[in-house]
C-alpha cells in the first residue's frame, strides 16, 4: 500500500462525532476528507468540513464505490457497516482497516472465540436458540446472566437481564432474533478501556489506560489516568499487546474491560475504530488517538505516547446545554465541544485538564453536571 501523504484525500464512512473528529484532525494535518452525505446528514458537523461530498445511499455499494474512487485511502468509524458491502471495499479499494475485525466483532460468539483462542478472560458464556437451551445454559453459567443478540447492533431492546428463575419463566419459547449469547454477570468492581495503534509494520502502541464510569449503560465519564494498581496497569497492556498483535487491521482500536474486586480481568468488548471513550486523550497526550489512527493508516510513523496532564471527560446531553452554557463563561480551562449529527442529534462533551483527577471531578459536580 503507498504512503498517503498531505494533500491527497481520505474518504471517511461514517457520519458520527468520530467520524467528524477525525475530518477535523485529518484537515489539520493538511488532508482533504470527502464523505457521504444524505438528505438527513447534509446539515450535520461532519458535511460542514468535507472537502468532497459524495450523495447517496451508504448502504449501497454503489455510493462507497464513488466515495472510494475521489480518495487515495478509505476509512470507517461506523461499527454498523455490512460487513459484504466492506469486504467488497477491501478488495477494489485502499481500506487498511480490512474488513475481518469488523466482521468478528459483529458477532459476539466469534470475539468470544477470537479472545479465548488468546487465553485472555471473558465471561462464561452458552449459545443458545431457544428457552430449552437458555434453561440448559443456566444450569452451566448461573444466575445473573445476561441474553444477547449474538450480531451486535440490534441495540439494547433485545438484551434481557436474567436474576432468577422467575425472570427465565416469563420469557417466550423462542427467541426473536435467531441465535443469542448468554453471558455470566461479571461482578465489576470497574470498567476500563485503552485505545491501541497499530501500524502498516505490525507495530502495537498502546495509549494511557482510561477509567469509565458509566450511567444507565451510557458512557458519562472518561478518567485518565485511571486509577488502578501498577500490577493490574502491566496486564491491561500486555493483554492490549497482545490483541493487537493477533488482529488483522490497521489504525486505532479500543479494548473495554471490567475490572472486579478481586482483581480479575475480564476483556467486554473489541471497537475496531476511533472510541469515545478515547476522547479524554485528546488535550493531555502528545499526539490524539484521531492522530494515531490517520498515521497508521496513511502509512506514517508512529511512536510512543506521552501522557501530560491527568483528564477527565464528560459525556454531555442537550437537556444540560442551560448548565454548559453557564460554565462556557467561567470556566477558561474546560475545552467544550459540541457536534450535529445524524438526524439533528446532538452531542457533545467536556474535557477538564489538570494535575490531579479530584478537583476535575470536584469542580463537574459542583456545576450540577454529574
Same mark, same amino acid.
Not at 250 to 254: A, E
Not at 351 to 362: E, F, R, S
Given at each position: 500500500m503507498p504512503v498517503i501523504y498531505p494533500g491527497q484525500t481520505i474518504g471517511i464512512i461514517g457520519n458520527d462525532q468520530r467520524a467528524y473528529k477525525l475530518a477535523l484532525k485529518a484537515k489539520e494535518m493538511g488532508y482533504r476528507v470527502a464523505a457521504i452525505v444524505t438528505e438527513q446528514?447534509?446539515?450535520?458537523?461532519l458535511a460542514a468540513v468535507l472537502d468532497i461530498q459524495i450523495e447517496g445511499d451508504p448502504q449501497q455499494y454503489e455510493t462507497l464505490a464513488r466515495l472510494g474512487d475521489c480518495c487515495q485511502v478509505l476509512t470507517y468509524t461506523d461499527e454498523s457497516l455490512d460487513e459484504t458491502l466492506l469486504e467488497q471495499l477491501v478488495q477494489d479499494y485502499n481500506v487498511p482497516q480490512g474488513s475481518d475485525a469488523l466482521s468478528m466483532t459483529q458477532d459476539r460468539y466469534l470475539e468470544k472465540v477470537f479472545l479465548s483462542d488468546l487465553n485472555i478472560n471473558i465471561s462464561p458464556y452458552v449459545t443458545v436458540v431457544d428457552k430449552t437451551d437458555i434453561e440448559q445454559g443456566v444450569d452451566s453459567?448461573? /444466575?445473573?446472566?445476561? @441474553?444477547?443478540?449474538?450480531?451486535?447492533?440490534?441495540?439494547r431492546q433485545y438484551h434481557q437481564y436474567l436474576e432468577s428463575p422467575a425472570d427465565l419463566a416469563k420469557m417466550d419459547d423462542t427467541l426473536e432474533l435467531g441465535a443469542y449469547l448468554l453471558e455470566s454477570w461479571v461482578p465489576k468492581q470497574q470498567e476500563l478501556a485503552v485505545m491501541v495503534a497499530k501500524d502498516y509494520e505490525g507495530q502495537v502502541v498502546t495509549l494511557p489506560i482510561i477509567e469509565n464510569q458509566m450511567q444507565d449503560q451510557d458512557l458519562q465519564l472518561s478518567i485518565t489516568?485511571?486509577?488502578?494498581?501498577?500490577?493490574?496497569?502491566?496486564?491491561?497492556?500486555?493483554?492490549?499487546t497482545v490483541i493487537g498483535q493477533n488482529l488483522d487491521y490497521?489504525?486505532?482500536?479500543?479494548i473495554e474491560f471490567f475490572l472486579t474486586a478481586d482483581m480479575n480481568i475480564y476483556v467486554k468488548r473489541i471497537v475496531t475504530a476511533p472510541h469515545e471513550t478515547g476522547d479524554v486523550l485528546n488535550r493531555i497526550l502528545n499526539f490524539s488517538q /484521531?492522530?494515531?489512527? @490517520?498515521k497508521a493508516i496513511c502509512q506514517l510513523a508512529i511512536g510512543p505516547s506521552r501522557l501530560n496532564n491527568?483528564?477527565?471527560?464528560?459525556?454531555?446531553?442537550?437537556?444540560q446545554w442551560p448548565l454548559i452554557q453557564t460554565?462556557?463563561?467561567?470556566?477558561?480551562?474546560?475545552?467544550?465541544?459540541?457536534?450535529?449529527?445524524i438526524g439533528a442529534q446532538e452531542s457533545g462533551y467536556?474535557?477538564?485538564?489538570?494535575?490531579?483527577?479530584?478537583?476535575?471531578?470536584?469542580?463537574?459536580?459542583?456545576?450540577?453536571?454529574?
Open positions: 446528514t447534509q446539515d450535520s458537523s453459567i448461573g /444466575y445473573p446472566c445476561i @441474553l444477547k443478540p449474538i450480531q451486535r447492533g440490534f441495540g489516568p485511571a486509577r488502578i494498581d501498577q500490577d493490574v496497569a502491566e496486564e491491561i497492556e500486555r493483554l492490549a490497521m489504525g486505532i482500536f479500543g /484521531y492522530e494515531y489512527h @490517520l491527568a483528564g477527565v471527560c464528560l459525556r454531555t446531553t442537550p437537556e460554565q462556557m463563561k467561567i470556566k477558561p480551562d474546560w475545552y467544550f465541544n459540541r457536534c450535529q449529527t467536556i474535557t477538564a485538564v489538570g494535575h490531579n483527577i479530584q478537583p476535575l471531578l470536584d469542580n463537574f459536580e459542583a456545576a450540577e453536571l454529574i
